[in-house]
């Protein structure tokens, strides 16, 4: 029989350990790589879907990890569309302003 006072071993709070260097940047890995998308979006953006499609495609089929930069291939190419959506739109209402205004 045991005592009502007595502490259950399952309600014990578990103890929490700070995060290691490795997993803070594992934390903030697919914030680097969408810059990284963003930057080749500027830079060259006739061939930046392609080009972020190989490099990611490479990384991860060529290699035993399914992830680079924290992405996968399928979050990576999800991402560069989103990025071209979002130019695309931005373009499209600084076009839309500038016309208003002439």
């Given at each position: 029989?045991?005592?009502?006072d007595?502490?259950?071993?399952?309600?014990?709070?578990?103890?929490?350990?700070?995060?290691?260097?490795?997993?803070?940047?594992?934390?903030?890995?697919?914030?680097?790589?969408?810059?990284?998308?963003?930057?080749?979006?500027?830079?060259i953006?006739?061939?930046?879907?392609?080009?972020?499609?190989?490099?990611?495609?490479?990384?991860?089929?060529?290699?035993?990890?399914?992830?680079f930069?924290?992405?996968?291939?399928?979050?990576?190419?999800?991402?560069?569309?989103?990025?071209?959506?979002?130019?695309?739109?931005?373009?499209?209402?600084?076009?839309?302003?500038?016309?208003?205004?002439?």
């Amino acid at each position: 029989m045991t005592e009502p006072d007595a502490p259950d071993a399952a309600e014990t709070p578990p103890q929490l350990r700070p995060p290691t260097p490795l997993e803070i940047l594992d934390r903030y890995m697919p914030v680097v790589a969408v810059g990284a998308m963003i930057v080749t979006f500027l830079a060259i953006f006739q061939f930046a879907i392609p080009l972020i499609g190989f490099v990611w495609l490479g990384a991860t089929r060529l290699t035993s990890n399914r992830k680079f930069l924290g992405l996968t291939l399928t979050e990576a190419l999800a991402w560069s569309a989103t990025i071209v959506i979002g130019i695309f739109l931005l373009s499209l209402s600084l076009y839309a302003l500038g016309a208003r205004a002439d």
